[in-house]
């Protein structure tokens, strides 16, 4: 089988706040895929940013008496720190405020108003008489005229409406407190009416790979009929706006970002010798996957597909929506300022990342919501990530005695095992269901174990070293292996077990041998107990 062309998209995190272990739990399923996808020998590109731009920012900004550029830059450089961490594997972590990407934004949006996708229209829009300024919709609070609870004007939290012009009119300035108003004002739309045809029909061809969550948002946005959406705000910070006549005026974040996976891509691709329509045109065996919470979903499925569609140059459309449902802590909604939860960086301060991934992929919010509880992860750490994963090492590598890997014969069964595991684990993954991959896995972790107990090395020694060496030599093999099927969810441990087994780097390929006589001073143990 050929090379696939494949691009993973991040969602793209605002840069005004930490992130929590919910958003890395969200996140995750991005590195899992383009992990697995360059085992599997493709061309992956795996790409995402800081958010610098939107309402989020300048908000904080302004409650700080700070720059919107001070803010982002911070919390960017945070994000870099936390993904570093958490051994996310992107080959371009950007932001939104760089110029390149601003560049290639404006030709983009000035494509699609020259294509005829983007009108100017009048219209009265929310405005503070207090405050004296026109306001975003996440500057406005409301009750949600979908489930009644309090909400901003841009999403519901609680049931993911999108509240209409219509209704935004109902609401409050969220700074003062006020009655808003209305003002007329000169604004530009984005034609989304006009691709309702075309997403339809390829949603319907593509949706069998997405999670129910992703299926069913996107499916109640085509039954209502999509709706012509604004594209500029009345702010002074994000990307200027490049048709004649809104030089006041910044681009909405909602275009800026999720424009960004191909400008990074245009990116990578010129400091490269790879060619960027690769990726995002058809007839190049390519595919797209776009990973992120369920609150991301439309902008993904339905906003940026038009977005594509409305360049008229045969662009190829995400292909897979991957959508999480939210992590709790302690069956609480995370929440900084009621002390709920932690964030991301200060979990690894307390726990090892490895450990973190395991956990946040095998326990993950896939199908529902899902719960962090200290006291679950240091269980999950010491009963399986250390006492399974990391005693098989230990007692196989370790052998009291043992200084130097013995040449033996692999077993027959155990092969035949491991090939089974590889197209198990291997066909999960595509179907994104990453928390049973992990299942898989472990569970040849198990089989190890038993095979170990059962062949009773530590008699073997003494009576039978040609058993001895075969069952020593058996589990080293399903070791290296291992370092294959974690990789996805284990990094750092791979990489410490190719370096003890001398492996070259991983793929999705069954090893069936590892060189003997390879000196084991230098093993250490994976993991240790918290």
Known sequence: MS???????GAWPYANSSLHLGHIAGLISGDVLARFFRLKGDNVLYVS????????????????GKNPRDISSFYDEEF??????????????????????????????????????VYEKIEMEPYCEKCNRFLSDREIVLECPECGKETKGDQCDNCLHVPNTEE???????????????????????????????????????????????????AKYLK?????????????????VPIEGYEDKKLYVWIDAV??????????CENSNKSWEDFWKEGNNNKIYMCHGKDNIVFHSIILNALLLGQKENYHLVDT?????YLNYNDQKFSKSKGIGMTALEALDIYPSDSLRFYLISNGPEKKDTNFSPDEFVAVHNNEILNKFGNLVNRTLKFKGLEELPEGKLDDKILEELKVTYQKVGNLIEKLEFREAMREVMKMVESANKYYDTREPWKQKKEDIAGFNDTIYTCAVIIANLSNLFEVAMPKA??????????????????TAVKSNIKLSNVEPLFNRI
């Open 80 to 117: 870099n720190k936390m993904f570093d961490g958490y051994s996310f594997s992107y080959d371009l972590f950007s932001k939104t405020d760089n110029e390149y990407h601003k560049a290639k934004v404006q030709e983009l949006v000035r494509k699609l108003y020259d294509n005829g996708y």
């Open 321 to 325: 929506i991957v959508s999480a449902e």
């Open 168 to 218: 935004l009119m109902q609401g409050n300035c969220i700074e003062c407190g006020t009655k808003i108003s209305q003002r007329e004002n000169k604004v530009l739309y984005l034609a989304l009416s006009k691709f309702q045809k075309q997403i339809e029909a390829h949603t319907e061809k593509v949706n069998h790979e997405w999670r129910i969550n992703a299926k069913n948002e996107t």
């Open 259 to 268: 424009l960004g996976y191909l400008t990074d891509t245009m990116f990578l």
């Open 3 to 9: 090379k696939r062309n494949i691009i993973i998209g």
């Open 494 to 511: 791979c990489a410490k077990l190719r370096e003890y087994l001398k492996l070259e780097k991983p793929s999705w390929e069954v090893i």
């Open 49 to 64: 940013g800081s958010d610098c731009h939107g309402t989020p920012i300048t908000e904080r900004a302004r409650k700080e």
């Open 224 to 240: 209502q009929g999509l709706v012509d959406r604004a594209i500029t705000r009345n702010l002074d910070w994000g990307v200027d």
